[in-house]
């Protein structure tokens, strides 16, 4: 599957941004599919995934009441909805898809396919 994520801009602190991540050469099936940030000098850093077609949903806490993952069917495509956008969001944006278990969700390293980076930033 190839992914390509997009939607990444400039916003304000307290802003908003929706990223998209589109899978062309099949369908996300019974994929997850997550989002990973990584911003300058600092390692990459798990955000959202969901179950593509199941109802597992997880955030990273620092993002938590803030991002919404969410997908559309149709379109084949996940979501990170982003609110109340701070300084420290700020990063490169990487969708990824493939099929972890549960536990390792959050391991970067558990992901088989990867989109290409959004840059999202925030100013203060």
């Known amino acids: 599957v190839q992914l390509q994520a997009y939607g990444g801009g400039l916003a304000q602190a307290g802003g908003s941004l929706r990223l998209s991540c589109a899978a062309s050469?099949?369908?996300?099936?019974?994929?997850?599919v997550a989002w990973f940030r990584q911003a300058p000098g600092k390692e990459r850093e798990f955000v959202a995934a969901l179950t593509w077609l199941g109802g597992g949903i997880l955030y990273t806490d620092s993002v938590k009441g803030r991002f919404t993952i969410s997908r559309d069917f149709a379109k084949n495509t996940v979501y990170l909805q982003m609110n109340s956008l701070k300084p420290e969001d700020t990063a490169n944006y990487y969708c990824?898809?493939?099929?972890?278990?549960?536990?390792?969700?959050?391991?970067?390293?558990?992901?088989?396919?990867w989109g290409q980076g959004t840059l999202v930033t925030v100013s203060s």
């Open positions: 050469g099949r369908t996300f099936g019974d994929y997850k």
């Open positions: 990824a898809a493939g099929r972890p278990i549960f536990s390792a969700w959050t391991d970067g390293d558990s992901w088989n396919y």
